[in-house]
């Protein structure tokens, strides 16, 4: 697991101030992913994802993120391969980032930190009859986990940098009507994947996560758009939506497979 991190003691957010942890929880997430320790699948196949950008409905601050969501009352908007023995249906997809570039993803690669990460969430509609059902069973959900890194602006995070001003407060709600979030996916296939949990409550161990290998760049202007969020509603007083990503969870007895060798 990760020295203590010397350099800067990590913030943690008031939601993880109390231990929670779910009692008898084995499949907890986040993870460290030690890359040498990672095992080459050679069954694992391409992730296939095919969005919709017609079924984007909104952009939403709940007060820990800004989510945006998707109509997911059709197959319209799916993934399937890689790991997964069904189609799944994305539902929201959402940001974790921290305070400074030093950190702010919730998965770290041999115990590094990237400035933010993008997780797209997805359901087992194939299996269960609502996503409400599949977050409490093991195969239920599926998450892709994209690193963001400091670099070139990226152009189509921009399209949704622009419209978060309108959602700055807690319980702000805009629509967004059109946005293939496939322009958010790195050009290379390469993923980790392994059995976790959401990340935050309710924390049920029903995610299969799919870590991609491969970072997407952004811009510094594009991280403070992020950090100019608030956690806190309109007339509050204003706490900035930063540093919004669970501590660490132990491996326990988790293997972490790649696709790639
Ligand atoms: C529990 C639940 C239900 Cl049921 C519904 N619903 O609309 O029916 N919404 N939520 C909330 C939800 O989705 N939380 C969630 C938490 C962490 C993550 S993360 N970071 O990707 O692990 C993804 C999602
Ligand atoms: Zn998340």
Redesign the pocket.
Known sequence: NCPPDSLHHLPVHPLWQSPLTIPGGTRQ?PINIQWRDSVYDPFLKPLKISYDPATCLHIWNNGYSFLVEFDDSTDRSIIDGGPLENQYRL??F?F?WGAINDWGS?HTVDCKFYPAEL?L?HWNAVVYP???EA?MEGDGLA?IGVFLKLGARHEGLQTLVDALPAVKHKDTVIEFDVFDPSCLMPSCPDYWTYAG????P?L?ES?TWIIKKQPIEVDEDQLEAFRMLLFTSDGEEEKRMVDNFRPLQPLMNRTVRSSFQ
């Open positions: 997430s539902k929201q959402h974790h919730e997780h969430v609502t996503f409400e977050v998450v949990s959401l990340t935050t309710p049920t995610v």
